[in-house]
């Protein structure tokens, strides 16, 4: 028998029972759509988390106190509940004793204020930065308008603010922002400038609700409690790993840690930022194929058993057959060809599934999706072997029925 009229044999046989053949094919179905799901969702994630996990400007990295970014590992150093606060002295240190470093600033943040102007005031959700003229820089933010913050701001602790663009549409609708009074936690602060606007984060969260002022008049408003972030900038031409290691000299020194002991600060740059990400997102792949394989082995379990309820129904179709001259292999390749053809149609349906789902949370939750040609590939491969794995007994078994004990089955 052909190839071709063997396929064709089988999806006679298959569509003659198609209730039955879909019900096999669930198990099928439902892994290898978990999977597409799970991976095209966070392939897309991982596209757009590359671009916004560069939170900070060319050549640069952070220092700060605890081992963790939005939620991520950055960091591996002694218990964070016996670390000290990072103080805006130490950007000093560094600009003065390495060598390395182009730029170096301090600053600190607190969130959740609201911005008033005459009779208009802004939700209370805005980020409050307060830094020094390095801030924009190291941090990847532009003006758009106006000036950033100066030296002489900072030592002068001028009551002067730099607005993101969901504040000045808020406030200043239809006025210039510069120049203009506004409120915050009780105090008066000149506008002398507007930041580019940067949009929504990959979670849809705005990156232009926040406001810059200088880290001397932060400390006025909040107190010098709190811990400062370092902001670094590595010369041009100056490996990263070796700037980073002169840093951590000089601030060892400074916080006076010991040899052999952890450092207690952590340091992290876009690299960083962005293994840590991927590593969280290749784990939880891992798990979803692990998921997916788990419904591929009773969907093969299931095709299996169907395809041993199929020898057993057809018994006197295989005697008769072999009667006129069927050959072992000819038989064998017949009920192989409806196994794999079985499992093969529960991954289309699979796929099918797995891209709805994917593209439906990518329509509501208005994140990006993104569909690797490997995981379609490694699909439609996986549900072949599974139909050729499950599809070997049951076939075998068909191929060696006696010919004459067949003709007698009822």
């Known amino acids: 028998m052909l190839f071709s ?24 179905t439902i892994g290898i759509g978990t999977v597409i799901f799970i991976v095209a969702i966070l392939e897309g994630y991982n596209k757009n988390m590359t671009a916004e996990l560069n939170v900070l400007g060319a050549n640069t990295f952070q220092v700060q106190k605890h081992d963790d970014f939005r939620g991520m590992e950055v960091g591996h150093g002694q218990k964070q509940a016996y670390r000290k606060n990072l103080k805006k002295e130490l ?6 004793d390495c060598d390395m470093i182009d730029g170096v600033g301090a600053e600190v943040w607190d969130f959740g204020a609201a911005i008033r102007y005459e009779e208009k005031t802004t939700n ?27 030296w002489d701001d900072v030592a002068s602790h001028r009551k002067v603010i730099v607005l993101g663009m969901d504040v000045v549409e808020v406030l200043f609708p239809f006025e210039d922002a510069l120049g203009k009074l506004v409120r915050m936690n009780g105090q008066r602060f000149q506008v002398i400038g507007v930041l580019e606007e940067k949009g929504n984060s990959t979670f849809g969260q705005s990156q232009d609700n926040r406001v810059a002022i200088p880290i001397t008049s932060f400390e006025d408003l909040f107190g ?15 490996p990263m790993d070796e700037a980073q290691s002169q840093v951590i000299g000089v601030l060892r020194q400074e916080r006076k840690v010991r040899a052999g002991e952890d450092n207690d600060f952590a340091i992290f ?37 169907i395809m041993l309820v199929t020898v057993t ?26 196994s794999i053809i079985l499992s093969i149609i529960g991954g289309i349906l699979g796929m099918i599934l797995g891209f709805g789902l994917a593209f439906m949370v990518s329509v509501t939750l208005k994140i990006p999706l993104a569909v690797p040609v490997w995981v379609v590939l490694a699909s439609l491969l996986v ?3 599974v139909g050729l794995a499950a599809g070997v007994y049951p076939a075998s078994r068909a191929a060696n029925l ?9």
Do not use: H, W
Not at 277 to 295: Q, R, Y
Not at 319 to 337: D, M, N, P
């Open 124 to 150: 209370p959700n805005i980020s409050i930065a307060g830094g020094d003229p390095e801030f924009f820089v190291n941090n990847g933010y532009f003006i758009g308008s106006g000036r950033a913050l100066t």
């Open 269 to 305: 740059s876009n690299e960083t930022l962005v293994d840590s990400f991927t590593n969280i997102a290749g784990k939880i792949k891992l798990v979803a194929v692990l998921l997916g394989m788990v419904s591929l082995l009773v969907g093969s379990i299931g095709v299996m058993n």
């Open 5 to 28: 009229e063997n396929i064709s044999v089988a999806v006679q046989q298959l569509r003659s029972s198609k209730f039955r053949s879909f019900l096999t094919t669930m198990g099928i």
């Open 224 to 238: 010098e409690n709190r811990s400062v972030n370092l902001t670094v900038r590595v010369k041009d031409g100056v």
């Open 383 to 385: 549900t072949s072997f």
């Open 313 to 338: 129904e057809r018994t006197r179709e295989i005697g008769i057959r072999k009667a006129v001259g069927a050959r072992k292999s000819t038989i064998l390749i017949q009920f192989l060809s409806e």
């Open 402 to 410: 006696d010919p004459i004990e067949a003709l007698r089955y009822e």
């Open 91 to 96: 950007a000093e240190a560094i600009r003065i």
